[in-house]
């Protein structure tokens, strides 16, 4: 059945019957989404005290009905903050999920879920969430239906604070396993996607002929302006247009996701796409975290739907400005609630200055990537991976290679795996890049170059740019 007609319905139009099927599929979301905007006019103290009822009722229901946390035995102590019982809390690695995975359903839920494979028998209610497996072994988590509806109108609201709010039409770069697989998209999905003004493009396809394809596809839209994207495809694109002298899409602004935005590639995209980037911050299993605000001066966390916190590697909160562990909770999911949840990410917190923005909703001020993607030197030293591509794309970038990986399989062994544009002087380039990458790892350090025809996309189909071996779990 052909929806498309339905995104050219005014905007007005648009968002009211979009509110209106949600609410008809059984969905909440549109009081999650006054609800969130309300919370946006809160002064600091009464988001503070918002917080700490909301973070409150989670831990004392979490503390009593929840196996895994019932078996600590804790309780809140008379006069303690919310934030401080939190700390008590022990925190919930991706081993634990996978390992204990019936012990974090809610006592009265414990009969319907009991392993990932559960499947709930009412329209709109829980669902099973499993994470892309970048690392190579995927976890499961359950989402209940308020958990489901606040991280969509989370989502909303990131696309209001990346400057197209709901009602606007937007590109979506975005992986599409099922246009992948040629499968044909359900009419509830493509009803819904035009209702919300969408217009996709698969960013798990990347062939010249592919990439040809979205550029169509963009010049055949020329009154929709904003883009969301994997950041690594949207760069992926915006490299491909410069390389080949192709006309320059432009875009009022792009949102950036399911990735680290390098200065490297926010450059590159304010720089042929004529727009201004917006870093947003999320994943599968926790919805959408934080993001971009105009000022471009951090990223505001949904106080509305997450708590986090950044810890060091012996779980202690680490003070504003000092990159740590990201610890994320769910505020809202109380049939699995994720408490103190490591996602695998490296970030730093912002201060508690007042942001141009007027939004009162802290900050970090940024994400380095998961902690998979930082490398280990021989002495014990994380490295972000973004040494490596400073080296890569800026500082000895001779435009003789168009695409690269480096993988971590030892203390001191790395293959670089790179596909050439160019093969004059690129052995003279591959040879100053592993000087560099010594430098930086230890004279001890081995440097493999290996030529490729491809470099293969993760198990959730991104592209991977730093791989480490030694930070990753082993599967039995």
Not at 342 to 357: K, N, Q, S
Not at 362 to 385: A, Y
Request: proline share 5%; with cysteine.
């Amino acid at each position: 059945m052909n929806c498309n007609w339905l995104s050219a319905l005014p905007a007005s139009a648009r968002v009211s019957t979009y509110f209106l099927l949600q609410a008809l599929l059984g969905s909440r979301i549109g009081r999650h989404w006054r609800e969130f905007r309300a919370w946006t006019h809160l002064s600091p103290a009464e988001l503070n005290r918002a917080v700490d009822q909301r973070l409150g009722a989670l831990l004392t229901h979490a503390s009593g009905a929840v196996p895994i946390y019932r078996e600590g035995g804790l309780a809140r102590w008379p006069g303690e903050s919310a934030a401080g019982f939190l700390r008590r809390f022990p925190v919930l690695t991706r081993a634990t999920v996978r390992e204990r995975f019936a012990e974090l359903v809610a006592d009265s839920h414990r009969e319907a879920i009991t392993s990932p494979e559960s499947v709930s028998r009412r329209r709109y209610d829980w669902i099973v969430v499993k994470t892309g497996g970048t690392t190579g072994v995927p976890t499961a988590v359950v989402h209940d239906a308020a958990c489901r509806d606040a991280g969509r109108a989370g989502r909303l609201f990131s696309q209001q604070m990346c400057g197209f709010p709901l009602g606007t039409r937007y590109f979506r770069l975005w992986g599409s396993e099922q246009d992948l697989l040629q499968q044909r998209e359900s009419t509830q999905r493509a009803v819904l996607r035009n209702l919300l003004g969408e217009v996709p493009l698969n960013a798990f396809r990347a062939t010249e002929a592919d990439l040809r394809r979205h550029l169509s596809t963009i010049f055949s839209h020329p009154r929709v302006h904003h883009l969301m994207a994997y950041v690594d495809a949207a760069a992926s694109l915006a490299s491909f247009v410069e390389d080949q002298h192709l006309v320059h899409p432009h875009f009022h602004s792009l949102m950036a996701c399911a990735g680290t935005v390098t200065p490297e590639w926010r450059e590159l995209l304010g720089r042929v796409f004529q727009t201004e980037v917006f870093d947003k911050y999320g994943s599968r299993e926790c919805t959408d975290i934080a993001c971009e605000c105009s000022a471009h001066s951090g990223l505001h966390i949904y106080s509305p739907n997450v708590f986090v916190e950044v810890v060091d590697d012996l779980g202690q909160a680490c003070p504003p400005g000092v990159t740590g562990r990201i610890l994320v909770t769910l505020l809202h999911n109380f049939t699995f609630p994720l408490i103190r949840y490591e996602i695998g990410d490296m970030g730093t917190l912002a201060g508690p200055e007042h942001c141009p923005c007027g939004l009162a909703f802290p900050k970090i001020e940024n994400v380095q990537g998961r902690k998979d993607d930082m490398l280990l030197t021989s002495d014990g030293m994380l490295i972000t991976s973004g040494v490596v591509r400073h080296f890569v794309g800026v500082s000895l970038n001779r435009e003789l290679i168009r695409e690269w990986q480096l993988e971590q399989t030892g203390l001191d062994a790395f293959t670089f795996r790179y596909i050439p544009r160019q093969r004059g002087g690129l052995e003279s380039n591959l040879r100053d890049l592993q000087t560099a990458l010594k430098k930086a790892f230890g004279a001890g350090a081995e440097i493999q170059a290996q030529e490729v025809t491809e470099i293969p996309p993760s198990p959730s189909g991104k592209a991977r740019w730093i791989i480490n071996r030694m930070n990753q779990p082993t599967t039995t």
